[in-house]
T-cell receptor, first 112, second 113 residues
Framework: GAGVSQSPRYKVAKRGQDVALRCDPI?????LFWYQQALGQGPEFLTY????????KSGLPSDRFFAERPEGSVSTLKIQRTQQEDSAVYLC??????????FGPGTRLTVT | AQSVAQPEDQVNVAEGNPLTVKCTYS??????LFWYVQYPNRGLQFLLK??????LVKGSYGFEAEFNKSQTSFHLKKPSALVSDSALYFC???????????FGTGTRLKVLA
């Protein structure tokens, strides 16, 4: 069956541009997570959705980061006025409950 | 605050030998513990979890892990390593009272033929 998909796979943005990263979770998965993974590091939690409700956004690094999941399926992570320190791989994961997560391939964002 | 430590950046083991990848954690409440594996050019894959119950949990590909509450550890083990086990392994913890997962920095396992 289809896994978690993310688009685009690669994104190059100039400093100051806004970007939108999309996540299509596995159909029927209630839980959705966003992570940021810097080179050589583990994934760092950004935010968690249960259906359309954003229950935890404590990991979003600044108010330039915004995530939504309006219909409880597809989610978008938006970064406004990108900075060089935003360069990372952004991972999306979904799960049926809240235990084992199924990860997408990630979007590699490079801010120049 | 929650934290996870994977003290070894890399572990080398000969094929056929037992392997251990170490993980220690810190949470304020009851821990939910996980291991994930990342193969080159592939996404993170779930291996196993400890939520409650038996301290020894078995997972995919012959891996197992032992939850040790007194030592706050959750080491990943396999009795006989395969070359195909070579990958990057991440330990993760979630405090039972939160939704936030904390991942370690990863341990690269290299199984030598």
């Amino acid at each position: 069956g289809a896994g978690v998909s993310q688009s685009p796979r690669y994104k190059v943005a100039k400093r100051g541009q806004d970007v939108a990263l999309r996540c299509d979770p596995i159909s029927g998965h209630v839980s959705l997570f966003w992570y940021q993974q810097a080179l050589g590091q583990g994934p760092e939690f950004l935010t968690y959705f249960q259906n359309e409700a954003q229950l935890d956004k404590s990991g979003l690094p600044s108010d330039r980061f915004f995530a939504e999941r309006p219909e409880g399926s597809v989610s978008t992570l938006k970064i406004q006025r990108t900075q060089q320190e935003d360069s990372a791989v952004y991972l999306c994961a979904s799960s049926l409950q809240i235990y084992e997560q199924y990860f997408g391939p990630g979007t590699r964002l490079t801010v120049t | 605050a929650q934290s996870v430590a994977q003290p070894e950046d890399q572990v080398n083991v000969a094929e056929g030998n037992p392997l251990t990848v170490k993980c220690t954690y810190s949470v304020s409440g009851n821990p939910y513990l996980f291991w994930y594996v990342q193969y080159p050019n592939r996404g993170l894959q779930f291996l196993l979890k400890y939520i409650t119950g038996d301290n020894l949990v078995k997972g995919s590909y012959g891996f197992e892990a032992e939850f040790n509450k007194s030592q706050t550890s959750f080491h990943l083990k396999k009795p006989s390593a395969l070359v195909s086990d070579s990958a990057l392994y991440f330990c993760a913890v979630r405090d039972a009272g939160t939704y936030k997962y904390i991942f370690g920095t990863g341990t690269r396992l290299k199984v030598l033929a």
